[in-house]
């Protein structure tokens, strides 16, 4: 089996690689894998046996950052490698002061996967919630280098547990341990002979609540907020934007912050929300912010920040291209709302049903409890504690995640 899978990871590079002539994120892959090799042997000499955290993109470098903030503090000299599969995750973070390497993984072939253990040899490994590299399993194992999986999901729709999903099942076995985030996916890995497994949760409830309780303040958020409540809107796209200017030109006394997934729409967001007055944080010096209604943030690394003074939030991608982070929003206490595609992520499914948060089709579904808001100030405050506390009930996973890797200092 793990030659059908080396052939087809090995199309898929060829794929990418005839992809890059025309495509500007699988150029990226490409030129960020030359050399990859020499570039590991550059940096690493036998001696620093790093801790290797393995995340595919962005959103799963921030469920690995707790973790790695919690080495770095309790193991000063422990180094930690991080490697990413895609340049999303990897072409932001990698001047990251954080870890002390970031390189893309090298594609998951056999040869590969040995040639990289042999340089880097790492103390253990850690995946991040669905990495499964089955050559690098192979191959740790082998070596006898312990590995884990964090913050772990899994579902019965998953092949493996299916008849097809035996042979993977034994190579998940060979883990170390499995942190997994819920009830189901203990009992899904229990039912196919895997007891290593622990619910630990989300270590992102981790991230976000140490941000939160950071002290700061935006100025120009107070600046354009003023006395009004304010909606922001956060990693949206083309659908979520349209519906809000629907939903915005119906309220009073509000005012909008977007913060979209692709901060160079400039153009099209400007056209979206052409019936208010809308400035962008890109030009906003010398202007009086409190004369607009709409602020469009066209920066990136203030989105955590500025749900800090939101009324409502909106996170968006629920509509098409898959929800984003609703924690970073959930932490301060406001209530949610998304599109209706939100099935795949757990935090978002457990807050609709606890009815901390909504999810919506249209604008008239989320003006009604906007509206019920606005009439009941009670309903208002009621829905607000239910987020604040369902994030405070889930931090701890990274406390229990560290206290049961064996790391050396």
Avoid at 75 to 98: A, H, M
Avoid at 181 to 196: A, F, P
Avoid at 293 to 315: A, F, P, Q, R
Avoid at 355 to 374: D, L, T
Wanted: glycine share 6%; hydrophobic share 40%.
């Amino acid at each position: 089996m793990r030659f059908f899978i080396t052939i087809g990871v090995a199309l898929y590079t060829l794929g990418i690689a005839i992809a890059s002539l025309f495509n500007d994120k699988a150029r990226l892959w490409v030129r960020g894998r030359r050399q990859q090799f020499q570039k590991l042997a550059d940096s690493f000499d036998g001696s620093e046996h790093p801790v290797w955290i393995h995340s595919a993109s962005l959103g799963e470098y921030e469920q690995a950052r707790p973790l790695i903030e919690r080495i770095k503090k309790e193991s000063p000299n422990t180094k930690v490698l991080v490697t990413f599969f895609s340049p999303s995750g990897y072409e932001i973070r990698k001047n990251d002061k954080l870890p002390d390497y970031v390189f893309y993984l090298p594609s998951d072939t056999r040869r590969h996967a040995k040639r990289f253990l042999q340089i880097v040899q790492p103390q253990m490994a850690i995946f991040v919630k669905y990495e499964f590299w089955f050559n690098y399993i192979f191959e740790l194992n082998k070596r006898n280098t312990p590995f884990y999986y964090i913050c772990a999901i899994f579902r019965p729709t998953q092949y493996f547990f299916k008849p097809v999903g035996k042979w993977f099942v034994q190579q998940l076995r060979k883990a170390s341990y499995f942190f997994v985030q819920n009830e189901e996916s203990k009992q899904l890995l229990q039912r196919v002979g895997i007891s290593q497994v622990e619910i630990c949760g989300d270590t992102r409830f981790d991230r976000v609540y140490a941000i939160a309780n950071q002290e700061y303040s935006l100025d120009f958020v107070e600046r354009f907020k003023q006395d009004c409540k304010l909606i922001v809107a956060g990693s949206s796209w083309g659908p979520d934007e349209t519906l809000l200017a629907e939903v915005f030109q119906h309220l009073d006394g509000y005012k909008l912050i977007v913060a979209p997934h692709e901060i160079n729409r400039k153009a099209e967001l400007l056209k979206t929300f052409e019936g208010f007055k809308t400035i962008c944080y890109s030009e906003m010096d010398g202007k009086n912010l409190a004369d607009y209604d709409v602020l469009i943030i066209d920066t990136i690394g203030l989105l955590s920040k500025v749900y800090k003074y939101s009324t409502i939030s909106y996170v968006g991608g629920a509509f098409k291209t898959g929800l984003h982070n609703i924690l970073e929003a959930a932490v301060f206490g406001v209530p949610l709302f998304y599109g209706p595609h939100y099935d795949h992520f757990n935090e978002a499914v457990t807050l609709v049903k606890l009815k901390g948060a909504f999810s919506i089709n249209n604008a008239s579904e989320m003006m009604a409890v906007v509206q019920h808001f606005n009439d009941d100030p009670a309903y208002y405050e009621s829905t607000c504690q239910i987020c604040r506390g369902y994030v405070e009930e889930n931090i701890g996973a990274v406390d229990a995640i560290y206290r049961r890797l064996a790391i050396s200092c």
